[in-house]
């Protein structure tokens, strides 16, 4: 396929280092609050990447971390780690919060049909991989400890500033407006490593280490559980855009200086999902959650419909009209969907070849899921029979996963089930004007005895001024 990629600034034909297998790392959420439907257009493009190679026949070994420490609000090394901000408005501690919210990021995932990768490693759960990683980067003289924090040398570096010719002045975190300098830092795009001196002395997560008792930086984690999981050489590393600097600057600094050599080939970067006043973040406090998607009546797949209309790497627009346009498009397909009727057909399996080679030109070219949502369109209107459309269908979901064929089988069984309930309530009507003319004809007997019958099948009976009402 041919895949974008951030370092070299251009598509190339994606070649995996061990042929037949991927080796994929992706940035986790923080889960110091519920994962936005932003963050999730992330994690559904990456989810659709991993599935399209799989797909096309690839070993895909795919590793995410959960940042539960470490992560602090500012790119500078400063302020408060997200987890303890979180722990603080909810007064609880990290670890619950941490478990709460990875729980939750699970659950939104499952609802939007997106595959929980092989491994999960929470980055409290490798602090000795960091310790040594860190250890050895000291001793190559690429780190060094200054006011009790070990910090990253980017000055060692012959390009630090990887994705991009970046003005240094511009970019470097440190002259941010409203980022206050480290003083300890020796030039201003070093990062911390290791944390003992964190300002905020009620830092819950700490870990005895040699250079004293604290707690790593965000960035360190990434790289260590991705070579503690998938070795020395990553095929490709997700993650979005704003991961791109400085998280995966860091990463690829401090990951090739410990491994001397090249690290990951190919950086996906999915752009973001904005609202009219800007990107969407977490740390705004105010965002659009899966669950706040439900509660107001969608369906989380329609939100999936919505993503993969548009290109991952642009910026999407999100409105409440947008969505319900998504809405109305993806109903109506799951409509036409449930409309195919396989009978019993032969699959014509040149025409499945056919399909199949036109979302193999869509997606394999750079993931190009709205023309891999044409290609479902020309599908449905194809001259086959249904039983090919149908597993055309089914080939094109593996990677999609909008779940057309399930949404179209309940829809099918709800129509197939409705006459069943009425012909039963047809019989309890049936036998309630039974029991009405025996009691008009003063036939009490009978009508006790049909009385009885009903109550028997769980119909419990109300005379009421109206007439007789009924009820299970
Ligand atoms: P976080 O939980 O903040 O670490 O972010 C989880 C993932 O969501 C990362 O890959 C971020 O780059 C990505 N992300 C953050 N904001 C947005 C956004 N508005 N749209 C798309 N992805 C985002
Ligand atoms: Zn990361």
């Not at 559904?44 to 940042?67: A, F, H, P």
């Not at 501690?93 to 939007?112: M, N, P, Q, R």
């Not at 025409?351 to 290609?375: M, P, R």
């Not at 459309?389 to 099918?412: M, Q, T, W």
Request: glycine share 6%; aromatic share 10%; hydrophobic share 35%.
């Amino acid at each position: 396929m041919k895949l974008y990629n951030t370092l070299t600034r251009q598509k190339d034909d994606f070649v995996s280092n061990e042929p037949g297998v991927v080796k994929m790392y992706t940035c986790g959420p923080t889960v110091y609050h519920f994962a936005h439907i932003g963050n999730l257009r992330t994690y559904m493009m990456e989810d659709v990447l991993e599935k399209y190679l799989r797909w096309e026949g690839y070993d895909v070994q795919r590793v995410m971390n959960i940042t539960d420490v470490g992560h602090l609000a500012s790119d500078a090394d400063t302020g408060e780690d997200k987890m303890l901000k979180g722990a603080k408005r909810e007064k609880k501690t990290v670890a619950e919060i941490a478990k709460f919210y990875t729980d939750a990021f699970f659950a939104d995932c499952k609802k939007l049909n997106i595959r929980i990768p092989d491994v999960i490693e929470p980055a409290t759960s490798c602090i000795d991989n960091y310790i040594s990683i860190i250890s050895s980067l000291i001793e190559k003289e690429y780190a060094y400890l200054a006011g009790g924090n070990i910090y990253f040398d980017t000055s060692k570096l012959d390009k630090y500033y990887v994705f991009n010719d970046f003005n240094e002045d511009d970019l470097a975190v440190g002259v941010r407006d409203g980022v206050g300098e480290d003083e300890n830092k020796r030039n201003k795009t070093d990062f911390v490593l290791w944390f003992t001196k964190s300002k905020f002395e009620d830092q819950e997560m700490k870990w005895d280490s040699p250079w004293g008792v604290g707690y790593p930086g965000w960035h360190i984690e990434c790289t260590g559980i991705s070579i503690k999981n998938l070795g020395e050489k990553l095929d490709i590393h997700c993650g979005g855009i704003d991961n791109a600097f400085p998280h995966h600057t860091n990463e690829i600094a401090q990951s090739e200086a410990y491994l001397g050599h090249k690290w990951c080939n190919w950086w996906f970067h999915v752009m973001h999902l904005n609202t009219n006043t800007g990107k969407m973040s977490k740390s705004k406090g105010e965002f659009l959650t899966v669950s706040l998607l439900q509660e107001k009546g969608y369906d989380p797949l329609a939100y999936r419909f919505f993503c993969l209309q548009s290109h991952y790497r642009k910026s999407l627009v999100f409105s409440w009209e947008n969505l319900d346009n998504a809405v109305t498009a993806y109903n109506k397909l799951v409509a036409r969907v449930a409309a195919l009727n396989a009978n019993g057909e032969a699959v014509d399996e040149k025409e499945v070849e056919k399909y199949n080679a036109q979302f193999k030109e869509a997606l394999g070219n750079d993931l190009n899921t709205s023309l891999g949502v044409t290609a479902l369109y020309d599908v449905l209107k194809a001259k086959t029979n249904d039983a090919t459309k149908i597993e055309i269908i089914r080939s094109f979901d593996k990677v999609l996963s909008l779940g057309l064929l399930e949404a179209a089988e309940k829809i099918n069984s709800a129509v197939e089930e409705a006459p069943a309930v009425s012909e039963e309530d047809k019989e309890v009507e049936q036998l309630i004007e039974q029991r009405q003319a025996a009691r008009k004809a003063k036939d009490f007997k009978t009508a006790d005895a049909i009385r009885d019958q009903l109550n028997a099948m769980g119909i419990v009976l109300e005379d009421t001024p109206q007439g007789v009402k009924w009820h299970r």
